[in-house]
Structure formats: structure tokens, C-alpha cells
């Protein structure tokens, strides 16, 4: 029996990840899965609720988290682990990944990202359309990358870190690496030129932090 692969979040980003797992798992049936949505349908593949999903009579069943928000993400991975249901990663055809690159359970490269050498990333990162990481970055779980992020080299970003759309980081050295603190929000455009206190909203060129 063919395996039934739920795309976790049927908004946004649900619609442009549902083509890429496609592309990725051409022998799957796919559909989306989503507790907040009204509709029974989007783009042509049915809409379910999780328990409706759980129910469904697939022996091989897994999904894909097309959820931005991490602290979300964490959850759902909690739910389906429970029920013992895979999150799968997905990786888009033209996403380059290059030597030494070790990478967590459950994430997905959108098309045109690109990891070089030399990276570290934890579970559940999501690197949205034409990010990328250079050499000798460390990423940690549940790192968020909105679209075209530029990660230089020698950067390490912790746990739960969002970055903004346009974002530039500046590259860190060996001794000293640009940090990026757990749960951090780099805001869209921001150009970083250091480190980042865990917690902190920083925007704008250079980088600073957010002051209500
Ligand atoms: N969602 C869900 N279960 C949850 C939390 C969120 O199905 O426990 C769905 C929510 O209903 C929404 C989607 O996930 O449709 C998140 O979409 P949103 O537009 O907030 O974010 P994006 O698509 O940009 O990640």
C-alpha cells in the first residue's frame, strides 16, 4: 500500500511545500492536514483535521511540518511522535548541499537553498526559498530561515531562532563566531554585523535591538 504523507499546515507555506514533497516522494498519496482550517479542500488535495488524518486507513502514514512557527512545530513533532507518525524532511530538487554537512530529522530545504561545507544544524530547520549557510556554521533545533537569508560563515544560531526575509549576517571567525542567542528574531532586511543576545528582536541596518 502506497504511503500517506500529510503536509502539516494547510496556509502559506503548506501551499508551496506541498509541491516540493511531491516532486521529492512521486509515489505517495499526499493531502494536508490542518486543525484550524474551514476548508475541505486546497489546491486539489483534501484538507484533514489530525484526527481525521489518524484515522484514515494508511499502515504507512508520516508527515511534513509546513509550519513556521517553531515553538508550533515543536508540538506537532510531540503529537506524532506519540502516535507514531514520521516527520519527514523534505529537500527541494535544486537545493545544493555540499560537503561535511550534517543535518537533523525533519527539514526541509525549500528550492534554491543552499548549504555549502562544513555546517551543523539541528532537528527541525526550515530554510525557506534562496537562503543560505556558509562554511562552519552551527545551527541548533527548530531554527526558523524565512526566504533569501544570507548565513555568512563561522555563524552559530541556537534553538528557536527566527530569521527575517533579506536578512544578512556577517560572517564570524573561528575563534570567534557571530551568535545568533536561542529564540532570538532577526527582523526582515536586517543587516547583522554582531552578536545577538538570546531573546532579543533586532532590525534594521545595522542591526539593532527593537525598542517599544
Ligand atoms: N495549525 C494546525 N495545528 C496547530 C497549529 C497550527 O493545523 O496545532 C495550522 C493553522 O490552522 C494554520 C497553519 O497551521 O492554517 C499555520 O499557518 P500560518 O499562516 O500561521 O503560518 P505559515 O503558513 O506562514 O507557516
Known amino acids: 500500500m502506497k504511503q500517506l504523507i500529510g503536509i502539516y499546515g494547510a496556509s502559506g507555506f503548506g501551499k508551496e511545500l506541498l509541491p516540493l514533497v511531491r516532486e ?123 526566504p533569501r537569508v544570507s548565513c555568512n560563515g563561522n555563524i552559530h544560531i541556537h534553538d528557536h531562532a527566527y530569521i527575517g526575509t533579506g536578512a544578512v549576517i556577517k560572517q564570524g571567525t573561528p575563534d570567534k563566531p557571530l551568535v545568533i542567542g536561542k529564540g532570538a528574531v532577526v527582523g526582515m532586511g536586517a543587516v547583522v554585523t554582531k552578536s545577538v543576545p538570546a531573546g532579543a528582536v533586532v532590525i534594521g541596518n545595522p542591526a539593532r535591538p527593537l525598542t517599544r
Do not use: M, W
Open 24 to 146: 521529492q516522494y512521486p509515489e505517495a498519496n499526499l493531502c494536508f492536514i490542518d486543525d484550524g482550517s474551514e476548508d475541505k479542500e486546497l489546491n486539489g488535495y483534501t484538507v484533514y483535521n489530525y484526527e481525521e488524518y489518524l484515522r484514515l486507513e494508511f499502515q504507512d502514514k508520516a508527515v511534513v511540518l509546513a509550519i513556521a512557527d517553531s515553538r508550533i512545530r515543536e508540538i506537532l513533532v510531540a503529537k506524532c511522535s506519540k502516535d507514531n507518525i514520521a516527520v519527514l524532511s523534505a529537500k527541494a530538487s535544486n537545493s545544493i548541499v555540499l560537503d561535511a554537512v550534517d543535518i537533523g530529522e525533519g527539514s526541509v530545504l525549500c528550492h534554491f537553498t543552499q548549504l555549502t561545507s562544513n555546517i551543523k544544524i539541528g532537528k527541525q530547520f526550515h530554510a525557506n526559498i534562496y537562503s543560505y549557510i556558509a562554511h562552519d556554521c552551527v545551527i541548533g533545533d527548530y531554527v526558523t530561515f524565512a
